[in-house]
Each structure stands twice: as C-alpha cells, then as structure tokens.
C-alpha cells in the first residue's frame, strides 16, 4: 500500500512573552479554558543578558478564545505581550 505525505499545520503562534510571571499567568488561564497549548523557547542572539522570550502556539480551532485569554490578562495586570497570530512555520508530514 503506497503512504500518502499529507502535511498537517494547525499550529498558531498565538504570541511572544517575555515576562516569566506573565507566561505562568497565561499558561494558568489556559489550562483553566481548557485550552491546549505548547511553549517554544525562542534562541538567545548575541546578548545573553537580554530576557529570554517564549512563544505561545496553540491550534487554530481554539485560537479567537486563546487571544481573549491573552488579551484580558494583559488588559488586568498590564502585562505585554507581542501577538504573532500567524501560522507556525513547522511542518508536520503523517
């Protein structure tokens, strides 16, 4: 039986966090809406000293209710975050 490539993407870069409270925060209230989630660790450049950010992907399905998450924690405590909400650049094949 020949195997098909299907590539499979339904991973949406929600946004950036550099703030390790807001991250926790974030992750909380995810968890809380039931929403899946992954942290991708974004490489440190040349100055070590800088704060290392995060990016927080989700899947498209539960992306809108993941923004108001996101949104309404950073309205609350002033948090910021950058929003990417673009797809992810990785390539799943099946």
């Known amino acids: 039986?020949?195997?098909?490539?299907?590539?499979?993407?339904?991973?949406?870069?929600?946004?950036?966090?550099r703030d390790p409270e807001?991250?926790?925060?974030?992750e909380r209230m995810l968890l809380k809406n039931r929403i899946s989630y992954f942290i991708?660790?974004?490489?440190?450049?040349?100055?070590?000293f800088r704060k290392k950010a995060c990016v927080i992907c989700v899947n498209e399905n539960v992306m809108d209710a993941a923004e108001d998450v996101v949104r309404?924690?950073?309205?609350?405590?002033?948090?910021?975050?950058?929003?990417l909400l673009k797809r992810s650049s990785n390539q799943y094949q099946q």
Do not use: H, W
């Open 22 to 26: 807001c991250k926790q925060m974030i």
């Open 1 to 17: 039986m020949a195997r098909m490539n299907l590539s499979m993407n339904n991973e949406i870069e929600l946004c950036e966090v």
């Open 72 to 83: 309404d924690i950073c309205d609350e405590y002033g948090f910021a975050v950058k929003f």
């Open 40 to 48: 991708r660790f974004t490489k440190s450049g040349i100055f070590p």
